[in-house]
């Protein structure tokens, strides 16, 4: 079945929600996000996959939601920063970066969140070397990188009682 070029119905579970939007085959993850759902907590950095601020989950991996037609993502779940916290409690990882200032300006600090997160439900933080490793797709022009890894590795270790998993 050939689908577009106009407008299409794509059916999309984000943050568990089901959502139907009309959109051209070709727009992005992170443009239905932003501007057809109104989940703007997703950034736009670069559009060009280079710099991480519009990292979000899909089917629990992380993407770069710039890169990734939204028409891909039918029958999988989406999760943005939008849906990290559990209602009014947030997600460890964000309670551990706000501790740890590891954000400035702040505009990076969705893409970190859901990368840090993933690594540490990929069992990718044994040390700093392999956290700045796993986590060098997410640029900060802040430079808020070991406070970063330092709320990485408090949640890491466990000493907010957090759980290092990408579940609720």
């Known amino acids: 079945m050939v689908r577009g070029p106009d407008q299409v119905e794509v059916r999309l579970s984000v943050n568990g929600v089901a959502r139907r ?29 280079a710099c991480g601020a519009c990292t979000v989950w899909v089917d629990r991996r992380r993407v770069l939601s710039c890169l990734t037609l939204a028409i891909a993502c039918e029958g999988r779940e989406v999760t943005t920063i939008e849906g990290l916290a559990d209602d009014d409690t947030l997600h460890p990882m964000q309670s551990a970066f706000i501790s740890h200032d590891a954000f400035q300006c702040g505009y990076c600090t969705p893409g970190q969140l859901m990368s840090a997160v993933a690594l540490l439900d990929e069992g990718h ?24 890894r330092a709320a990485i590795r408090e949640v890491r270790d466990g000493a907010s009682g957090a759980r290092s998993d990408a579940t609720h």
């Open 125 to 148: 933080a044994t040390d700093d070397a392999e956290i700045r490793e796993w986590m060098s797709g997410n640029l900060c022009r802040c430079a808020a990188y070991p406070h970063i």
């Open 21 to 49: 939007l009309a959109i051209e085959p070709r727009v992005s993850l992170l443009d239905a996000l932003r501007d057809r759902l109104a989940l703007s907590g997703t950034k736009k950095g670069c559009n060009q996959g």
